[in-house]
């Protein structure tokens, strides 16, 4: 990745937008979950890999913010952030502008079942950056970009967007969940604004763990 290519935002972001790899990267290399150094090979291998897909498409390299693994390769459920927040990505043409693209390793137009721990971390990545960027995870997106009004779910599909339409990502099985994911992204962030009087009225992101890649 060239991480010196990548731009600075400027401004928060204002939409989330979720993926699949169109890849399981079954037979992949498994960690040692008791071996940090073991995972982190691991999770480079697969990096690279899809870094070396975007290479080829795109001088910038890692086009998404965040990885979560689905146990192949990247332990699953495991968070990885590549590109910063207030980075610009590569993640859905026309759309990138304002948002934050988050990639779930697996097939999910072939495998009908997202593992759960991946599905768990996608639901409170998405409540924690719904929270800290004050975005209504029910609420629709609306924008507009290059004299073009955008309209679409504030946590969305690739192809929710209209250039993306007939774009498979995320994939129909990840696809599906997306409704009763907002559901549960906004319960979620409904119990982290009930914070006790004592505390800030401002909701705090809950505690995720999540590996931050230096690149
Ligand atoms: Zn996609």
């Known amino acids: ?5 990548w731009r600075d935002r400027g401004y928060d972001p204002k939409r989330l937008i979720v993926h699949h790899a169109g890849f399981a990267f079954e037979g992949w290399p498994k960690p040692r979950l008791d071996d940090q150094a073991d995972i982190m090979r691991c999770v480079m291998l697969i990096i690279n890999e899809i870094d070396s897909w ?4 795109w001088p910038s390299g890692f086009g998404y913010h965040y990885v979560i693994g689905n146990g192949n390769g990247i332990p699953e459920g495991m968070i990885v952030q590549i590109r910063p927040d ?3 990505g590569v993640n859905a043409k026309y759309h990138n502008h304002d948002s934050l693209g988050i990639l779930m390793v697996g097939n999910y137009q072939v495998d009908k079942i997202v593992p759960d721990l991946q599905y768990r ?3 409170k990545l998405c409540a924690n950056l719904c929270i800290k960027y004050h975005l209504d995870p029910r609420a629709n997106y609306e924008g507009r ?3 073009k009004v955008q309209m679409g779910p504030m ?5 929710d967007w209209p250039e993306h339409r007939t774009n498979e990502c995320p994939g129909i099985s990840l696809y599906q969940t997306l409704p009763s994911l907002r559901g549960e992204v906004s319960k979620l962030v409904l119990m982290a604004n009930q914070l006790p009087p004592d505390q800030t009225n ?9 590996s ?3 690149v």
């Open 1 to 5: 990745m060239r991480w010196w290519l």
């Open 54 to 57: 975007h290479l080829k498409k």
């Open 86 to 88: 207030e980075k610009i």
């Open 121 to 123: 971390s996608l639901m």
């Open 145 to 147: 970009h290059s004299g």
């Open 155 to 159: 946590i969305s599909g690739h192809r």
């Open 202 to 210: 401002l909701a705090k992101p809950m505690d995720l763990e999540i």
């Open 212 to 214: 931050v890649l230096r």
